[in-house]
Structures are given as C-alpha cells and as structure tokens.
C-alpha cells in the first residue's frame, strides 16, 4: 500500500487496536515534553502513581510559562520541577532556556518520533517531521510512566501546497489561510499532513509555525515530511545523525485534499476574539495600533526575528505604538546579541523580554483599554492579555514590525522595501549549559523539594449511582480553556487546586452574586452534583487539565454540550467529569441555568448503550424528558466509574 507520512509513523508506534478510521488505538509514546504551569501537576501524578523513573526514550521539563516570580509561588514551583526531573530520569531546561516547543524543535525533536506534551502546541516538532500531541499533564504522566497513548485513528488531511510564497508572505499567513477554510471547530480527530512541491521552498522554521498554529485548528497535530530541508536544520543545530527521510509514497490517499497555491497568499490578520476570524491585513489597513508584540512559540525563531531586525535598522517606532519583542530560545537571543541584530532592535525603540511565553498567556504586555494589540501569537481570546475587552490581532512578524514603525495596520507588501534576504545559518549557537542531565541509573537519589505552595492533586469519589445535578451555569459555543481557567496573573496558583478553583469561570462572575465557585461549593455540601450546559466546541484551546480538575474539585459531575473538543474531553475523564452531547439543537435551547437534572441510574444507562435519558425539571416547575449521547469507550468508562485515572 502507498502510504502517507501519517500512517507510516502511525504503523510504526501502534501497540493496540487496528489501524481503521475512528476506531480508538494505543500508540507508543517516545519522547515527552512538558512545561512548569502544567508540570507541577504531571510530576505530581507521576509521583501518585509511584513511578520511580520514566520509561520514554527521552523526557523534558521545560520553564518557560510562570516566569514573573511575584511571590514565592512560580520559584517553589520550579524548585519542584528541577528536582522531581533529577529523580526521575527527566532533562530540566532552566527558566531563560526559551520556549519549551522552540527549544525542542532546535534540541530534541526526531523525525518519524512520537512526542506527548502537556502543552497544545506541541505538535510544533511537526514542523521535523514528528508526530507531535499535546495532552493533559495527566496523559503525559501515564506516558512516561510507559503506558500507550490512547486517540481514534485519524481522519488525515492532505494539504498540497504549491507554489512559492511572494516576499513579505510569511508561513503564518499560509496556517491563517487554512484557519479561514477549515475554522476553528468541526476538525477533532483529524491529523493535517502537508505534502506538494511547494514543501520545499519552506524551512524548518517556517513549517514550525505552521504546524504550531494547526492547535487552533482543533485537529490531533500537524505535520510535515522531513526531507534535505529538515537534514539541513538538524545539520546546522550539530544533530544530523537525528534525520531520517520521511515522505509520503507516491500515490499515497488522504481521507481530504486541500489545494493552497502559497504564491496566492496574502498577509492575513486573526481578528478579535478567535483566530478563526480571519481577515487579510489590506482589509484592515490604517486601523491605529498602540501595541505591538512579536514572539511566541508560533513566530520567534531566529529566521522571525533577523527579518524583524533588518527591518528595524536604522529606523524608529511610531511614537504611538510601543513594540515588545521576546525571542523563543536562548540560542536566538544569543545569536541576537552576537551579530548585532539585538542592537538595531534596541536602536528602534524595541523593548526586549525575557524569552519565554510571558505576553503570550497574559503574563504583562497588557494593552490600554479600548486599544488595539497586534500580535505574532496563536491565540486572541478575549482578556487573554489580561485586558478586559481587548482587541488584539494575530499576523506575521512581518505585518506586525512594519505596523509598529507605520502605527498602524499596515500591509507589509506595500512598504517598497526589498525582503530582508536571510539564509539558514551554517551552524546555530549551540549551548546545552541550562540543560540539566538527570542522575544515572545508578546515581542515588535526591530529596524532591516540594514547599508549601505546592497542594497534593485533589483526590475524588467513584461515580455517584444516580447523577442529582443542577445547572449552575449556561454558555455558548467556542468557550475555551481559558474561560473555564484564567490563565494570566492567577497562573501561579496552578499548582495549589484548592486556591486556583476559586477562579473557575470567572469571567461569567457577576457584581454581587456569588461567585461560580461558591455556587458549586454550596451545591456539592447539600450533596448535589454541578452541571454546565455549553454550546459547540466546548474546550478549545490550551490543554490545561486545571479545566478539569478544579472543576472537578468544585463536585461538578458533568457537562453536556453540543460538541467537546479532545484534549479538554479527554481531561474531564481523566478527573471523573462525564461529558455528555446533546442529540438535538432544540434540547441545548431547552435547558436553562438554574434548572434540576436528574440522570437515574446513570453508572448502568453508560454501561448499556450511547444513549442517556436526562429528566429536567426547569426553575418553573416544568417537566421534560431528553436524550443525550455518551462516546467514551470502554477504558475511558471504567475511568469515570472510578472516579478518575489517578483512581483506576
Ligand atoms: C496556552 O498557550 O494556552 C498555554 C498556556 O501554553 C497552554 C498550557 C497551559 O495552560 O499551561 C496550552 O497551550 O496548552
Ligand atoms: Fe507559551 Fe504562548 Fe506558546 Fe502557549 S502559545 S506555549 S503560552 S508561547
């Protein structure tokens, strides 16, 4: 059989199930990654489930996300993280080492490797020709304690590209083209494959951004094939023994084909509040811009930030647009500062930060009210910069530097300036020195400092019998992660879930009504289970497993929803929260906040079929009967019966 790059890595790594569309398969995890906000909780479930050293072929705990260090909390954390890897066989890259998805790619990353991060954007290492999932802390665990990864084999799109991009086309606009076609619900269960002639005209760096930006797809991950391009990378980085060739065989099929002439492309900008709003920059020229913020794992690699730098030199800002630039790695920073280009930055009016996520999750840079933010990241969802209406847009360093020098959305085809020409280096700054090794097998071990900011994971009951929920609140579609769990400045509490759960759906907190968490905690002491009723692609977004556990903390049972999004589903049962579908619109519109539900016999209506029977009873007196449907599988329903994986 002909086979695309998809099935030959799939092939290769799956340890249970048959290789058939939708039909749930195990794979073998070899490399996994995870990041400090959501570490602390993975280490601490691998610590739960007495694991004494990981089992992967190669594991890494990065720094890269609480680097603010207000209070004792993000350095007790890291404390943790460093000596937790020490002990358990883990690599620890230091806070300052970069963004845990750059510094992979430059390190780590292997074509035709399975990688489990407990970070959405892991599928970045796609851009080497890996096969790249992010997942909940929890998932990542169970991997590096050597457990399969369980995910339905997927539908896989081929994406042909052809063509060339033009100069000031960036690969950020070919991934906000896609967004436009594909949006950003509908795509679970999917694996993005690029193949065509126009592959090749793009590097590694360029195929990263791509494939770190598929998150907001909503697909499994992305991924590219590794050819003389990826040999060239990994040369430069002093790993080509790392590469392997790996393409799809001629002929190979794919489930969809979807054809992007790249030299038709132009500049593209993700619009308030979802970067499936797309619109093209020449649309929104003129708009006054105040802020301007280049960086991120989808767009601070060394290629985004010498073309940032050239652009730069010798020029000013606009004196009403102030521009952040954070680079994604040490290595860039360093090469930075070693030829010139940090100065020509500097000389601009640049202000550098720290190389980490920090504006990305809200973590400073937050805009003035009322004004507008461009932004090279992945994600725009409202207050993500930690202002409350904001308007922030998503496009290439590209658009984003001429804008910042114009003070206003600007297309940067339309600068008369020549592209800055740029050619891969020879070889990159290497330096592994805040890598930190793990002891040997036969090292003894260390003390693993855990202070007291840092909370035991919240342990649950099996499932109750019969579900006596009430509704404690109703949203619409496309409520992300981020809605169920503000990142931002309450970031530091991640790894204390009694203190974190006091911010679940916060945004939804009225004036002077209680709070969401004093609700569910008020429900869960009168013995009653917590409900929330969404609209579509409940979950979207950030992998955080808080999503599901502070919830679950909080006694909510279930949710029941138009449609889930994976990695957020595959949370909730992990803690024991049951996610459920409505099988009609009309039953979504029929339920409202406040009202009763009641789920009889609910452990054996899940054993005996998809179909669950719901009686509502509305705030009014009116009764009802609807029906929803349940998809998890017979591991996943042993799971939830348990009360979570932790439990099992
Ligand atoms: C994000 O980009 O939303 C984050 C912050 O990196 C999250 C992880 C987290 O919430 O810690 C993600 O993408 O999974
Ligand atoms: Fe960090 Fe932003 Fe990338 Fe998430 S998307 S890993 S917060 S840089």
Redesign the pocket.
């Known amino acids: 059989m002909n086979r695309n790059v998809v099935q030959k890595i799939l092939d290769e790594h799956i340890v249970e199930g048959k290789a058939k569309r939708g039909e749930k398969v195990g794979i073998k995890i070899d490399q996994t990654l995870t990041?400090d906000?959501?570490g602390t909780m993975a280490y601490l479930e691998l610590e739960a489930m007495g694991i004494d050293r990981v089992k992967t072929e190669l594991s890494v705990s990065y720094v890269d996300?609480n680097m603010s260090q207000f209070g004792e909390e993000n350095a007790n954390d890291h404390l943790y993280l460093q000596t937790v890897a020490y002990n358990k066989g883990i690599k620890f890259s230091r806070p300052g080492n970069g963004i845990c998805h750059q510094v992979h790619l430059e390190r780590f990353g292997i074509p035709g490797k399975t990688m489990l991060g407990?970070?959405?954007?892991t599928p970045t290492g796609g851009g080497l020709g890996m096969m790249a999932i992010?997942a909940g802390g929890l998932d990542v665990a169970v991997a590096m304690a050597g457990d399969p990864f369980n995910m339905p084999y997927p539908e896989i799109i081929g994406i042909e590209l052809i063509g060339q991009l033009s100069p000031w086309v960036a690969a950020k606009d070919v991934i906000l083209k896609l967004l436009s076609i594909l949006s950003t619900k509908g795509n679970v269960g999917c694996i993005v494959e690029y193949f065509g002639e126009g592959v090749h005209s793009l590097s590694v760096p360029q195929r990263a951004t791509i494939t770190n930006m598929g998150?907001e797809l909503g697909v499994t991950t992305s991924l590219f094939p590794s050819d003389d391009k990826t040999r060239e990378f990994l040369k430069a980085q002093r790993r080509e023994i790392d590469w392997v060739e790996l393409k799809a065989d001629n002929g190979a099929e794919y489930d969809r084909i979807i054809q992007i002439d790249l030299s038709e492309l132009k500049p593209m900008a993700a619009c308030p509040s979802s970067p499936g709003n797309i619109k093209t920059v020449e649309e929104l020229e003129g708009m006054p811009v105040q802020q301007v913020v280049i960086g991120s794992?989808t767009n601070s690699s060394l290629k985004d930030l010498m073309m940032v730098a050239e652009v730069l030199k010798g020029k000013t800002i606009h004196k009403n647009t102030s521009l952040m630039i954070l680079p994604g790695s040490r290595q860039v920073l360093k090469m930075l500062a070693e030829n010139g280009a940090l100065a020509n930055m500097v000389s601009a009016g640049a202000r550098i930060l720290e190389s980490g996520?920090g504006a990305?999750?809200g973590q400073g840079a937050s805009p003035a009210e009322g004004t507008v933010t461009v932004r090279t990241f992945?994600?725009n969802f409202a207050k993500?910069t930690g202002t409350k209406g904001d308007k922030a847009y998503l496009t290439s360093p590209e658009t984003a530097v001429i804008t910042a020098l114009n003070g206003c959305m600007s297309s940067p085809e339309k600068q008369n300036e020549t592209y800055p020409p740029w050619e891969m280096p020879k070889e990159f700054a290497v330096d592994d020195s805040m890598i930190l090794e793990p002891r040997s097998e036969n090292e003894k071990s260390t003390e693993i400092i855990r202070k007291q900011t840092i909370g035991d994971p919240p342990v649950n009951t099996e499932y109750p019998e019969i579900l006596n929920g009430e509704v404690l609140l109703k949203v619409e579609d496309k409520i992300t992660?981020?809605h169920i769990?503000p990142?931002g400045a309450y970031?530091k509490y991640?790894s204390n879930i009694a203190s974190y759960s006091r911010f679940v759906f916060e945004c939804f907190n009225e004036e002077d009504k209680p709070t969401f968490a004093e609700s569910a905690e008020a429900l869960r002491d009168r013995g009653k289970h917590g409900i929330v009723v969404a609209g579509e692609s409940y979950g979207q977004?950030?992998?955080?497993e808080?999503a599901a556990i502070c919830p679950m903390y909080l006694g909510i049972k279930a949710v029941i929803v138009r449609s889930i999004e994976r990695?957020h589903a595959a949370n909730l049962i992990n803690f024991g929260i049951l996610p459920l579908e409505f099988v009609s619109e009309e039953d979504y519109n029929k339920i409202g906040q406040g009202d009763t539900i009641i789920i009889p016999d609910i452990r054996n209506q899940l054993k005996c079929g998809k179909k669950i029977e719901v009686e509502l009873t509305k705030s009014s007196g009116d009764k009802d009967t609807i029906v929803c449907n349940h998809s998890l599988t017979p591991f996943e329903l042993k799971t939830l019966l348990a009360g979570g994986r932790l439990n099992l």
């Not at 407990?118 to 954007?121: A, E, F, M, V």
């Not at 977004?541 to 955080?544: A, E, I, Q, T, Y």
Request: aromatic fraction near 0%.
């Open positions: 990041q906000a959501t996300h407990s970070d959405s954007h992010g998150a794992c996520c990305c999750i992945n994600r993500r992660t981020d769990m990142a970031l991640r977004g950030s992998s955080r808080h990695i």
